[in-house]
């Protein structure tokens, strides 16, 4: 097969490039390095600079394909998979990642189909097998019970997308140099049937769960919606994000962007406050793999203590006015 | 508006406890139910037939006990139910799982929408809806939250992203992925559960149905499982209990210095 390279499919939001761009670069390039072959990031935008192509290079890429057209602002699955496509179809990759976002988890089944071949979705370790140089994909399944390895020994591109935040941002090399490859967009790739009509931005603290380095989540023990404020005052000495079980959002105590959890968002952020929530199955599929878990919860017996890194049985309404305390503290020293 | 809602057959799981020696779940007396997620896609489409009309076809892909999913669906409030279920589609990835659904979809004739949950809770992949899109050239939006319109042979509808909520104009026939947010599932009536029990839900298969042999199944899966983990769900952190006496200040004070160690304060 004379499929080579390995792929990122990188995101933009408003002019910024979004931090998971930076991760692919992270897993890309280890890949890439196993294989000795050369890293590609493809970003697909309307407004997309040189310099932002530059810290793509900086960050990983030894190639950046950049493809800005003003039919490409918005991201609409079916120009974007025929985009891809017909670039896949040029280049022939031999790896594409790209992020388990709501773009990525879109847009990569799509084209999967196209391509005729095989996708692994939501994966949290990439990794070369020594004897085939074949791509061995790791996800969590089963509400995160089950690990599977999966790999896809007979069709190319190997394609995968990667949870946010499972692993660290690619750090600037400025030492670093590259290529970057302006496309022209061939417009007889768009498909013109869908349309976009507007963009609603969530409310204001409702800032991306998926982004935050720091979330405070309240479920069924915080007993009313108003008492979500001290979760948002927990939230706010770290700037981080309030989330919420699904109890307290089928409860009307906040609304349903901030859901971790399997009907929810999946989440992996640094910190993890899991404040009144016992701990569901379906609830630590959403957030077991952050990387530090603190449990306040007033039963011994709830299974989110399994999964903490540190836990307080006890009262909730006297420990987190407490912590809120000790923590102002700490901010005004 | 005739409708087409491709459903899931899963263990039930909200009741399941972990087996803390192997990291793995208490499958004991798991039953099986209808994917949690796929009840918004069965409520958006009864709420839709009920203000424009049509039918509602609900189909799945597994073993022949899955018409248990199928009868419940359309007890709910669905018409017919279409079984796929044959040894040519064991071990289907997500790639020959939405071919063989695609496929089955055709041979039911015209239809203006499908409806399918976000993702299955098992498999958790979030793939099979995009891809039966992709298979039949529909137009697509997933983590949709709201039908806003159905008008002009077009449908109306808001999609739930990182930030926000896109709102997007999809010409039919169209498929969406629905999230949790847009709808909340009735429960099946005693009438629904008589029709349920009386409509015949056909079995199809490569005897019946015209497929590409090598589409299906383990064969026509890209994708291996090479390998299974059970991980470690424990962590073994600190817990300190406070319940029978006033050390709340001490643990607290435990609580920040742990996070200093961590460098998160």
């Known amino acids: 097969m004379d499929y080579k390279g390995v792929w990122t499919l990188g995101e933009a939001r408003n002019g910024e490039l979004k931090e998971v761009s930076f991760e692919l670069l992270s897993r890309g390039r280890k890949l890439a390095d196993k294989l000795d072959e050369e890293l590609v990031s493809l970003i697909l935008g309307d407004e997309i600079t040189e310099e932002q192509a530059e810290e793509l290079i900086k960050r990983g890429a030894d190639k950046v394909l950049l493809l800005n057209d003003p039919a490409l602002k918005d991201f609409i699955v079916e120009n974007y998979s025929n985009v891809i496509t017909d670039l896949i179809e040029k280049y022939k990759p031999e790896i594409i990642l790209a992020a388990a976002t709501t773009m990525g988890r879109t847009v990569m089944p799509y084209l999967a189909i196209k391509t005729k071949t095989g996708l692994t979705a939501d994966c949290t370790d990439l990794d070369i097998e020594e004897d085939t140089g074949n791509l061995l994909q790791t996800r969590p399944a089963i509400g995160g019970n089950i690990l599977a390895t999966i790999k896809t020994p007979n069709h190319r591109p190997q394609m995968a997308t990667v949870r946010p935040h499972s692993t660290k941002a690619a750090q600037k090399d400025e030492s670093r140099s590259g290529e970057i490859v302006h496309l022209e967009l061939d417009k007889s790739l768009l498909d013109g049937r869908v349309k976009k009509l507007g963009f609603r931005k969530n409310e204001e603290d409702a800032i991306n769960i998926q982004d935050a380095d720091v979330i405070a989540a309240g479920g069924k023990g915080l007993k009313k919606g108003e008492n979500f404020a001290m979760i948002r005052e927990l939230a706010g000495f770290f700037d981080g994000a309030v989330g919420a079980s699904r109890d307290a959002v089928d409860r009307d105590w906040i609304s349903y962007p901030y859901q971790v959890g399997l009907s929810g968002k999946t989440v992996t952020p640094k910190l993890y406050f899991a404040v009144g929530i016992s701990g569901a199955i379906q609830h630590l599929a959403g957030m077991k793999t952050s990387e530090n878990i603190i449990a306040v919860n007033e039963d011994l017996g709830a299974d989110i203590f399994k999964v903490a890194d540190f836990g307080i049985v006890g009262d909730l309404f006297e420990i987190i006015p407490e912590l809120n305390k000790q923590l102002a503290e700490e901010v005004s020293k | ?265």
């Open chain 2, 1 to 265: 508006m005739n409708i087409v809602i491709p459903i899931k057959q899963v263990p039930e799981t909200s009741n399941v406890k972990m087996d803390e020696e192997t990291g793995t779940m208490k499958r004991d007396g798991v039953e099986s139910i209808i994917n949690p997620l796929d009840l918004y896609a069965i409520e958006t489409g009864i709420q839709i037939k009920e203000e424009y009309g049509g039918t509602i076809t609900v189909i799945t892909m597994g073993p022949p006990s899955a018409d248990k999913s199928l009868k419940e669906a359309i007890a709910m409030g669905c018409d017919d139910g279409i079984l796929l279920s044959g040894r040519e589609f064991a071990g289907s990835d997500t790639w020959a799982t939405s071919y063989a659904l695609s496929e089955a979809i055709r041979a039911i004739g015209e239809f203006d929408l499908i409806l399918a949950g976000e993702r299955a809770t098992d498999g958790d992949t979030g793939q099979v809806g995009p891809g039966i899109a992709s298979w039949l050239d529909l137009t697509l939006s997933t983590y949709t939250s709201k039908v806003v319109d159905i008008k002009d042979k077009s449908v109306i509808v808001e999609r739930m992203v990182e930030d926000g909520y896109e709102k997007l104009q999809l010409p039919l026939p169209a498929l969406l992925t629905v999230v949790k947010e847009i709808s909340f599932p009735r429960l099946p009536t005693l009438r629904g559960k008589q029709r349920s029990r009386k409509v015949e839900i056909p079995q199809w298969n490569l005897s019946n149905l015209k497929m590409k042999e090598d589409f299906l199944g383990l064969n026509g899966s890209p994708t291996r499982v090479v390998n299974i983990d059970h991980p470690k769900v424990t962590r073994g952190g600190t817990v300190i209990d406070v319940r029978n006496d006033a050390s709340i200040e001490k643990a607290v004070s435990q609580l920040i210095d742990y996070l200093k160690s961590k460098e998160l304060v």
